[in-house]
């Protein structure tokens, strides 16, 4: 197998084709969305995904949640690096802190928020393949501004009216904690 190559863009340095590679995650490509933070996946562009297993390193501000609440046909795994955060798990909540892991297999329904006053710093690893999603109406999503008022399989729909995610560079002092 050969290295893939590592382009530099306004952004960060983004994989380019098939093949292994060592990147730094500081000097990866970042996306910023305003209700749900700061991630990395360390992937690049469509021949530089991640087919088999997705990945990324996520940084949230007190009261930002990771994404909508959802559950999926793939599972999904998250261990906590820094800071606090409240899992909701079937509609009920969790207080989660530095080294917890979240084990969700298929169809739990679950999303991470957020919480302390300190940035929550966490690693997302999840099954790619399946096609099976749903973001289920949740009275303590919604609390939490995580979940959506009218159930959907749609992405688009879940996410309806939220601001566009950007690409930027990694913020110094993100993963500080």
């Given at each position: 197998?050969?290295?893939?190559?590592?382009?530099?863009?306004?952004?960060?340095?983004?994989?380019?084709?098939?093949?292994?590679?060592?990147?730094?995650?500081?000097?990866?490509?970042?996306?910023?969305?305003?209700?749900?933070?700061?991630?990395?996946?360390?992937?690049?562009?469509?021949?530089?995904?991640?087919?088999?297993?997705?990945?990324?390193?996520?940084?949230?501000?007190?009261?930002q949640?990771?994404?909508?609440?959802?559950?999926?046909?793939?599972?999904?795994?998250?261990?906590?690096?820094?800071?606090?955060?409240?899992?909701?798990?079937?509609?009920?909540?969790?207080?989660?802190?530095?080294?917890?892991?979240?084990?969700?297999?298929?169809?739990?329904?679950?999303?991470?928020?957020?919480?302390?006053?300190?940035?929550?710093?966490?690693?997302?690893?999840?099954?790619?393949?399946?096609?099976?999603?749903?973001?289920p109406?949740?009275e303590?999503?919604?609390?939490?501004?995580?979940?959506?008022?009218?159930?959907?399989?749609?992405?688009?729909?879940?996410?309806?009216?939220?601001?566009?995610?950007?690409?930027?560079?990694?913020?110094?002092g993100?993963?500080?904690?």
């Amino acid at each position: 197998m050969k290295e893939a190559r590592l382009n530099e863009t306004e952004h960060g340095l983004l994989p380019e084709g098939e093949g292994w590679y060592v990147l730094n995650t500081k000097d990866a490509v970042w996306a910023d969305s305003a209700e749900f933070g700061r991630y990395t996946r360390w992937e690049g562009n469509e021949e530089a995904r991640f087919p088999q297993v997705g990945m990324n390193i996520g940084v949230l501000q007190p009261g930002q949640p990771a994404c909508m609440y959802h559950g999926e046909e793939a599972q999904e795994d998250f261990l906590v690096l820094a800071g606090q955060g409240i899992l909701i798990v079937e509609g009920e909540e969790r207080p989660l802190k530095a080294w917890d892991f979240v084990h969700c297999p298929p169809w739990t329904k679950h999303v991470i928020v957020a919480a302390g006053s300190e940035p929550l710093i966490v690693i997302a690893v999840g099954a790619r393949g399946k096609p099976g999603l749903v973001y289920p109406v949740d009275e303590t999503a919604l609390k939490h501004g995580a979940g959506v008022s009218q159930e959907t399989t749609s992405g688009d729909e879940a996410y309806a009216g939220t601001s566009a995610v950007v690409r930027t560079r990694y913020v110094e002092g993100d993963l500080s904690a």
